[in-house]
Nanobody, 132 residues
Framework: QVQLVESGGGLVQAGGSLRLSCVAS????????MGWFRQAPGKEREFVSA????????YYADSVKGRFTISRDNAKDTVYLQMNSLEPEDTAVYYC?????????????????????????WGQGTQVTVSS
């Protein structure tokens, strides 16, 4: 099974930037897409962004569109999340996850990639704290 390790989290002031990395190992040939989710204390896990492994199609939550950029380096089995213009509301534990399957129909792809149950396995998470 694919194993995932996130890194790059930390403490940053509002308006600052961070770049998260997620390195995949073991069975990476099976990856169809990778996603980033986040969970703040007392809140449910929410979708941030996703990218398909072969074509590089990307998807974003409205709350991060224009501020965050997802990318992947297939040679390094790594996906990145560049986070700019960070806000205190971005404070959360960020998780990456993979899925070996695409959506059953292309028309529902945005819903499919934004759904946490699409993904397995998950990484252990990295803390991002944005101070005001």
């Amino acid at each position: 099974q694919v194993q995932l390790v996130e890194s790059g989290g930390g403490l940053v002031q509002a308006g600052g930037s961070l770049r998260l990395s997620c390195v995949a190992s073991r069975g990476t040939f099976s990856i169809h897409a990778m996603g980033w989710f986040r969970q703040a204390p007392g809140k449910e896990r929410e979708f941030v962004s996703a990218i398909t492994w072969s074509s590089g199609e990307s998807y974003y939550a409205d709350s991060v569109k224009g501020r965050f950029t997802i990318s992947r380096d297939n040679a390094k089995d790594t996906v990145y999340l560049q986070m700019n213009s960070l806000e205190p509301e971005d404070t959360a534990v960020y998780y990456c996850a993979t899925t070996p399957r695409g959506p059953p129909t292309y028309s529902i792809r945005r819903y499919y990639y934004a759904r946490a149950t699409t993904y397995n396995p998950w990484g252990q998470g990295t803390q991002v704290t944005v101070s005001s």
